[in-house]
């Protein structure tokens, strides 16, 4: 029996994957055939998981969770499936083609879906210039923090890895200093820090706003591949 072990950043993009709150420091046993584990946001940390996760004894990987824009054809809840993953040093992976194969013909029909180069950043890339600029170097239509990192636990580890992703912000937009400070690196909300960025900023709380629903819209997306595949994302 192959064992899914679902990487994921920020405990809101968990929701759809848990019935209960996740929190960092616990493996999170949805059914026999899948384990999620929370790793928070960065290459380091969803190393880290995906380690973790291996250890106990996930047979397949799955990098879950939102991702900025890179290409202006993709829109907030745009899906992205990639078939190759590159690092922030420019590695490659390609993800398992059985398994993406399958993913793709469960979902194709039903939603649209994007199967470009994801690429990744050891940063939150906050305005459009950095967007612009890893595009036209690289030619990836979206960028995430950890789908690379847990790619290459899975090429070390000899087990099959894709990624799922979906857009939280367009390749115009700019990321608010607010949103930043607001949340820690597991998405908590951090109220003080966001009312201090806030007074200081206070023309801010119109992208905030804008930002938290391209955030529903991603959820909603990947809340999508949920039920389409019958909460099988290893798609027999």
């Not at 380690?51 to 047979?59: F, I, M, N």
């Not at 070390?156 to 607001?182: E, W």
């Not at 820090?193 to 959820?219: D, G, M, T």
């Amino acid at each position: 029996m192959t064992i899914l072990g679902i990487v994921v950043a920020l405990k809101a993009e968990a929701q759809g994957l848990v019935k209960k709150p996740i929190s960092a420091d616990e493996i999170c046993r949805v059914s026999e055939e899948t384990i999620v584990k929370l790793s928070g946001l960065g290459p380091e940390m969803a190393h880290l998981a995906g380690r973790t996760l291996v250890k106990e004894g996930a047979t397949a990987l799955l990098s879950w969770g939102s991702a900025g824009a890179l290409s202006t054809e993709l829109f907030p809840g745009s899906l992205i499936i990639p078939e190759t993953v590159f690092s922030s040093n420019q590695t490659g992976y390609l993800v398992n083609t059985t398994w993406h194969e399958r993913l793709c013909s469960r979902l194709n029909g039903h939603v649209n879906f994007h199967t470009g180069p994801l690429i990744q950043s050891t940063t939150v890339l906050i305005n459009p210039d950095e967007k612009r600029a890893l595009f036209k170097n690289f030619g990836a239509v979206a960028v995430d923090m950890e789908s690379a990192a847990v790619a290459q636990v899975a090429l070390q580890a000899k087990v099959p890895f894709v990624a799922i992703r979906a857009i939280s912000d367009p390749a115009d937009m700019a990321i608010p200093a607010s949103a930043m400070a607001g949340v820690d690196e597991f998405g908590g909300l951090r109220p003080l820090s966001l009312l201090k960025s806030l007074a200081r900023h206070p023309q801010e709380i119109f992208a905030l706003v804008c930002l938290c629903r391209n955030f529903l819209a991603a959820q909603t997306s990947l809340n999508k591949v949920l039920r389409l595949t019958d909460h099988k994302l290893l798609a027999p």
